[in-house]
């Protein structure tokens, strides 16, 4: 029996995003984002109702600032005590796991999705999902990017503006694009 295109996504093999199950599943984590976006300013950073339900795991005294954007939400795990800033966006085709303590930057963006590098197979939304792991205290920064298949380590601060496309290790500073460890510091990747 052949797999469905959400059974390739979480089986990380090539699957069409231009599947009408995948579009269901987009639409509830639109209709949740809109919802926490429409939540009374009194409770800035509450994470809402519709919201909370759709992530696989949400850790206690969590904060979501809106707005705030995801593509599912099943596949992202957060721990407890994680400040997520305005204007987040999580691509969550795959695993996105963002461990206790860690801190998002406004506009900070993570995507699991990449797509195919042959332009017809791209127009006809063929992608392959990888994880991104982010551990426990982690600081990243401003409009930071971490890219698909990305792990950093526990500790870790990514500096404003980074675009992370490798793996970062256990307590590193990295900056720039590609963000790389600043001369003089502990090696990031």
Same mark, same amino acid.
């Given at each position: 029996m052949a797999l469905t295109e959400l059974e390739k996504m979480q089986a990380g093999?090539?699957? /069409?995003?231009?599947?009408?199950?995948?579009?269901?599943?987009?639409?509830?984590?639109?209709?949740?984002?809109?919802?926490?976006?429409?939540?009374?300013?009194d409770r800035r950073g509450s994470v809402g109702?519709?919201?909370?339900?759709l992530f696989s795991c949400l850790g206690e005294d969590t904060y979501i600032e809106a707005p705030f954007h995801c593509a599912?939400?099943?596949?992202?795990?957060?721990?407890?005590?994680?400040?997520?800033?305005?204007?987040? /966006?999580?691509?969550?085709?795959?695993?996105?796991?963002?461990? /206790?303590g860690t801190l998002l930057g406004p506009n900070v963006q993570i995507y699991c999705a990449e797509h195919h590098h042959d332009a017809k197979k791209r127009a006809a939304g063929l992608e392959i999902a990888r994880p991104v792991d982010i551990g426990k205290d982690v600081w990243i920064g401003g409009n930071a990017?971490?890219?698909p298949g990305v792990s950093i380590g526990d500790g870790t601060i990514v500096g404003a503006g980074s675009v992370v496309t490798r793996d970062v290790a256990p307590s590193a500073t990295v900056v720039g694009n590609p963000a790389t460890a600043p001369s003089g510091s502990k090696t990031g990747q």
């Open positions: 093999e090539w699957y /069409t995003c231009l599947d009408a199950e995948l579009e269901q599943h987009r639409m509830v984590a639109r209709r949740a984002v809109h919802e926490h976006g429409l939540l009374n300013p109702p519709g919201l909370a339900a599912y939400g099943f596949n992202i795990e957060i721990g407890a005590c994680v400040y997520i800033n305005a204007g987040c /966006t999580i691509l969550d085709s795959g695993s996105v796991r963002i461990g /206790t990017v971490i890219l």
